[in-house]
């Protein structure tokens, strides 16, 4: 009988020991003996191992402590000097009395499998390491639209956190998009592509082109979407600055159409005057002809101005003087729409030093900007708009308040976005878009208070001197 089962431990597809506790070896299976080698007389890790001392994580020793079998995966080395990736397992073998006298240990060739496992490891992490720094914004979202995962570029940009839905990082919104290329995908399969505009978490605004794709389970169902999104910025900048250029001159065409017929009538005083010799026709039509070219210079200066970069005219104008004018100048438009209109300045506010035409351009935007958004409001019976001038020893402050259709945050975070308007057709994109480049060009900004059907509020903060070190240029854009 001893025969039989000494056969069965000889023929076992695997290496077989008994271990005593000192960890020799005291019998072994034929396959160890083919392997390993000779082991009478030595401890099992100068047999697997060839190394001086136990090993330090020792399943047989932890058997004949506790009695219970124990598993674990080892590399050893054979006699011929190959590494071989095992499983461990432990049994202790016990006398008559109970008490545990030896451990079985049997070790199974894994080293197969344990290569496929490195090699899918790898391969992850290949994979792992593309997601990672491929250069764009990479989530992937579930069903709910949350993100459930996001590469080191989205991460840093809009300062993910797992969970949140997609809408909610990329553009502050309380509501999906619409329309929602990511829900899309989950419905038909296909993939897609949309462009966007988005806030990252420093509040800068990014162009990028979406595209999504689906994700499918074992079942071939899309159970989650992969949205890449590439940053176009700088191509969308380029061809607003292109496009601000052809809207610009095609706006101001037909006004120096009428300026050079008013021109050409000023010269025709001048020709006729000079043939009957009358100096008051003479310097009736010369006078038409200064003002004419005195308008257009104006308005090819405000496209130059428009269309390419160019240093502020710095003069020292007053405060005071200057919002007056300029608030009287649209008194009559706020009248003819029926909004109250009024201007607090305080007298104390002296001078300083700005470019009048690009500020009086800022200061008519905003303005108009305030009556829109008034004129557009259909739920108020009553609208007032109202400028103040304030100010102190470094800076002037203007103010422009309303009680119009106000913005969302969405729509606060892109109000100086070139051609981007919160009023629809009702304004064109590029007045905020305008009046952010002269203040900033002054060394100076725009923030604004809003609430969607309340009103908003722009202040306009410019320092009394122009920024040290030279003149900011104006940039038609950035």
Not at 91 to 102: E, L, N
Not at 271 to 291: F, P, Q, V
């Amino acid at each position: 009988m001893d025969d039989i089962y000494k056969g069965y431990f000889d023929s076992m597809p695997c290496f077989l020991t008994l271990q005593d506790r000192e960890l020799r070896i005291i019998d072994a299976n034929q396959r160890f003996v083919q392997e390993f080698g000779d082991f009478e007389g030595r401890h099992c890790y100068q047999v697997y191992k060839q190394r001086p001392e136990k090993c330090e994580a020792c399943p047989v020793e932890r058997t004949f402590r506790d009695g219970l079998p124990h598993s674990q995966e080892e590399l050893v080395r054979t006699l011929d000097g190959r590494e071989v990736w095992v499983i461990v397992y432990t049994t202790p073998i016990r006398d008559k009395a109970g008490r545990i006298t030896s451990v079985m240990e049997m070790s199974t060739d894994v080293t197969d499998i344990k290569l496929l496992q490195n090699q899918l490891r790898d391969s992850q992490e290949r994979y792992r390491l593309l997601f990672e720094e491929v250069p764009c914004y990479i989530s992937i979202q579930d069903k709910d639209l949350r993100i459930l995962e996001a590469n080191r570029q989205h991460r840093e940009a809009f300062g993910t956190s797992y969970g949140s839905k997609c809408y909610e990082v990329y553009k502050h919104r309380t509501q999906e998009c619409l329309p929602c290329i990511v829900r899309q995908t989950f419905e038909d399969g296909e993939v897609r592509m949309h462009e966007e505009v988005v806030t990252a978490r420093d509040e800068k605004q990014m162009n990028v082109l979406v595209c999504t794709a689906p994700i499918r389970d074992s079942s071939g169902q899309v159970d989650r979407v992969i949205e890449m999104s590439t940053d176009i910025t700088q191509i969308r900048q380029l061809q607003d600055k292109l496009g601000s250029i052809g809207l610009l001159i095609g706006s101001i065409s037909h006004g120096i159409k009428g300026l050079l017929n008013g021109l050409d009538g000023g010269i025709y005083l001048v020709n006729s005057g000079l043939k009957r010799d009358d100096r008051e026709r003479i310097n009736r039509g010369w006078e038409i002809a200064l003002r004419n070219v005195d308008r257009i210079r104006s308005m090819v200066m405000n496209m130059l101005y428009y269309a390419k970069d160019r240093e502020p005219n710095w003069e020292t104008i007053s405060a005071k003087e200057f919002i007056e004018d300029v608030c009287s100048m649209m008194a009559e438009k706020a009248k003819q729409l029926d909004v109250e209109f009024r201007y607090d300045i305080e007298e104390s506010i002296d001078r300083f030093e700005a470019d009048p035409h690009a500020l009086r351009s800022m200061l008519v935007n905003l303005l108009e900007n305030s009556l829109d958004a008034c004129r557009i409001d259909t739920k108020k019976n009553d609208h007032n708009v109202t400028v103040r001038l304030k100010g102190n020893t470094d800076t002037v402050l203007i103010e422009f308040e309303d009680n119009g259709i106000g913005m969302d945050r969405e729509s606060r975070e892109k109000a100086f976005s070139m051609f981007f308007s919160s009023k629809g057709a009702g304004g064109t994109g590029l007045g905020l878009f305008i009046s952010n480049k002269i203040a900033q060009a002054h060394g100076g900004r725009i923030d604004i208070e809003s609430e969607e059907g309340v009103g908003s509020r722009f202040v306009v903060t410019i320092p009394r001197r122009r920024p040290a070190g030279g003149n900011i240029e104006i940039k038609a854009s950035e």
